[in-house]
């Protein structure tokens, strides 16, 4: 069957996000001490003692496992976190809920400062002519502020939706709203376990994006490799011609 619909993983895919989630991560909880503080100094009040990273890392991790339909939203997750060490370290519950809020704020404002791969945006304005594009993504960037997003008809949040990759129903759902059959659609990821995999299981085709160094061996039927998601182009024109055409 003729392919129409190319869904997208986003971090690492699109963009490298290895730099992107260690600046947002010292960033948004560095703000959050920093500024509780003041704060609470321009009150009047005595600075309650700082809550820690590494003790805030662990703990969204132990709360992902004890709420097991959570563990993939991650903003949920690290909300609740940060709420639960402010009221521990003193800070009353209705100021630990304002100042998780803020940090989350500021959190997501860091989160989207990222530079997708060079000729990406080109590239999807070009595969957007052909194909009706979409993404699937277990992250949790603020996707629709990003001018990328602009070229995608549908995003979804996996783990905001309880079903974070491998899990096959945030592909469901997006084969749903495109009205697409599974051999209609190709998914383009970076990780075997979390695109690659569950895309096949489905039945769809899966173009992973690996590193050179990566070990493939010998690829199932309906994988293609790439070393770089700039690639997928020349790799699509080679294959039979789309039909953009939505369902009636």
Do not use: C
């Not at 709420?83 to 860091?110: C, D, P, R, Y």
């Not at 595969?127 to 602009?150: C, E, W």
């Not at 096949?200 to 199932?220: D, H, Y």
């Not at 039927?221 to 699509?236: A, D, H, K, P």
């Amino acid at each position: 069957m003729t392919l129409r619909v190319l869904t997208f993983d986003l971090d690492d895919t699109l963009w490298d996000n290895a730099g992107v989630m260690e600046r947002t991560e010292h960033g948004h909880f560095d703000w959050l001490v920093a500024t509780l503080a003041e704060w609470q100094r321009s009150r009047g009040e005595t600075p309650t003692p700082a809550i820690q990273l590494d003790e805030y890392r662990q703990r969204r991790i132990a709360l992902g496992l004890q709420q097991w339909a959570r563990r993939g939203d991650f903003s949920w997750l690290r909300e609740r976190t940060l709420i639960a060490l402010l009221k521990e370290s003193g800070v009353n519950h209705a100021a630990a809920q304002l100042w998780a809020a803020l940090a989350m704020a500021h959190f997501h404002t860091l989160r989207i400062q990222l530079t997708p791969f060079e000729g990406v945006d080109a590239m999807l304005e070009r595969l957007g002519q052909r194909y009706r594009l979409g993404t699937i993504t277990n992250g949790n960037v603020a996707f629709h502020q990003l001018p990328l997003s602009r070229l995608f008809e549908h995003s979804i949040a996996a783990g905001e939706i309880f079903a974070p990759k491998p899990d096959p129903r945030a592909f469901l759902a997006m084969l749903a709203r495109f009205g697409a059959s599974p051999s209609e659609a190709l998914h383009i990821g970076d990780s075997w376990q979390e695109d690659v995999l569950p895309a096949l299981r489905l039945g769809m085709r899966a173009v992973w994006i690996a590193p050179p160094e990566a070990q493939t061996g010998n690829l199932p039927s309906g994988v293609t490799r790439l070393t770089n998601v700039r690639e997928l182009e020349s790799f699509l024109s080679h294959q039979a011609a789309p039909s953009r055409t939505k369902p009636q």
